[in-house]
């Protein structure tokens, strides 16, 4: 019998953090500023200060349950584990609209900026060219994507400091420094109401649990680079933000929301800066593309080999590139759905899965570490009760915000999952009955 071939631990706590910051992708800073801005009403300093906090408790649960299963699977996984298999499931169902719909969104943010860029060559070929790309860069393998993500993450960072460093050249000379911090003049509900949607510029931070079989010392190694990327992307959002408040402490206005980004980059350094801008942007959805196939195809895989998917083809590892290439070909296959889909379609399905991972996970730190280990000392019931509530009652908070045709579209995907699941055990009993019935029919013919 074919020994199974596996994925391998070569992932270091460096490419862990880079993959991580890579989904997450720094310059989201700027392809939200509009929508953020608008939203918090200026007062994006608050706003990315609230939100850091609201997901840092979901990041902890995350560390936490990363040390008790050290696998790939992510909230899957620790669903299944620590709740309950069929839970567990329903939960990995809805990851997938996560997983499976960012890299459709990178391949049609990269169709979009191509195209309005190159008017004369259409969407659809940069689409097409940039899962081609994606598809390869992953079928090298996770520290191939994993260096890849590194240098451009740092372009990225490199940027965001460029940015940061001209704004401090116009700094007026007398203001308040704590005034984009301290401010009183926007009511908390509307530096909530910003802080709701800046919280999806921090999604990212749990596709490296995906990762955990490919990554050496899982079980130190995924909450270290957890912390570090929540910590990066809080101080590579709030600097900006809080400099940029000093420079225009009044209200700004933007001739179209979805590229303010571009025109705040314009305003600070110029036509010339904004070139560099899309330069850089470009690269960046690039990368997060990489990352996302990568956590799509992992999580597939583990469905696969646990055969909630089917093995044959999901828990298939190729034996000299030692990657899922089949999840990452189906991924690609799926990914030209960019070609006919909305963005904004495809963005309330990601909505949707994140944060219903999100919340259950919270939950699955309650179950494992409170109710089946038993830690309810006054530091356990804190630990882990308390702040996963927390941490779930934030993620309640924004789920309840998603518009009512992200959670009609989520709720009809996760009832053609409780359709595939049932299908798929029916089918696997008569399977099991059968073998036994011919397993029973050899023995008496012997």
């Excluded at 116009?170 to 908390?188: M, W």
């Excluded at 314009?266 to 904004?274: D, E, I, R, S, T």
């Excluded at 990368?287 to 696969?304: C, E, N």
Aim: include cysteine; hydrophobic fraction near 55%.
């Amino acid at each position: 019998m074919r020994e199974q071939v596996k994925l391998q631990q070569t992932l270091s706590l460096f490419q862990v953090t880079f993959l991580g910051l890579a989904w997450m992708t720094p310059m989201i800073y700027f392809s939200i500023y509009g929508i953020a801005y608008d939203a918090s009403s200026g007062m994006l300093t608050q706003a990315y200060l609230l939100a850091f906090v609201a997901i840092l408790f979901t990041a902890y649960s995350y560390g936490l349950m990363a040390v008790a299963h050290p696998t790939s699977g992510s909230a899957y996984t620790y669903v299944k584990k620590a709740v309950h298999p069929y839970l567990g499931f329903l939960v990995g169902w809805a990851l997938l609209l996560d997983y499976l719909f960012s890299p459709i969104i990178a391949c049609l943010t990269f169709g979009i900026y191509m195209h309005a860029q190159f008017p004369a060559v259409p969407a659809a070929v940069w689409i097409v060219g940039i899962n081609l790309a994606v598809t390869f860069a992953n079928a090298k393998g996770a520290s191939f994507s994993a260096n890849l993500s590194k240098w451009i993450v740092l372009l990225q960072m490199g940027f965001i400091a460029l940015f940061c460093l001209l704004l401090v050249r116009h700094l007026p000379s007398h203001g308040d420094p704590l005034a984009p911090l301290l401010q009183t003049r926007v009511p908390l509900e509307g530096v909530l109401s910003g802080a709701s949607v800046i919280c999806f510029s921090f999604l990212g931070f749990d596709s490296i649990t995906t990762m955990a079989e490919e990554t050496k010392n899982a079980r130190k190694t995924i909450p270290r680079a957890i912390a570090f990327i929540i910590i990066i992307a809080c101080v590579l959002y709030v600097t900006p933000s809080y400099l940029t408040q000093l420079d225009f402490p009044g209200v700004l206005s933007f001739a179209n929301l979805d590229s303010a980004g571009l025109e705040i980059v314009k305003m600070v350094g110029g036509a010339a800066l904004g070139t560099v801008f899309i330069g850089v942007l470009l690269l960046a959805i690039f990368t997060q593309g990489v990352s996302s196939v990568s956590s799509a195809s992992r999580l597939m895989y583990v469905m696969g080999r646990e055969s909630i998917l089917p093995a044959r083809t999901f828990a298939y590892v190729h034996p000299k590139l030692k990657t899922p290439l089949a999840n990452i070909l189906i991924v690609a296959i799926v990914s030209l759905l960019a070609l006919v889909i909305r963005l904004d379609t495809a963005v309330k399905f990601v909505n949707f899965g994140a944060l219903t991972a999100f919340f259950f996970v919270n939950a699955s730190v309650v179950c494992h570490y409170f109710a089946k280990e038993r830690r309810r000392s006054l530091t356990g019931t804190l630990l882990y009760l308390v702040l996963p509530a927390v941490g779930a009652g934030f993620i309640a908070w924004l789920f309840l915000l998603l518009s009512k045709d992200a959670l009609i579209m989520g709720l009809v995907w996760l009832a053609a999952g409780i359709v595939y699941n049932a299908r798929n055990a029916a089918f696997v009993k008569r399977l099991l009955g059968r073998r036994r019935i011919g397993r029973a029919e050899a023995a008496g013919r012997r």
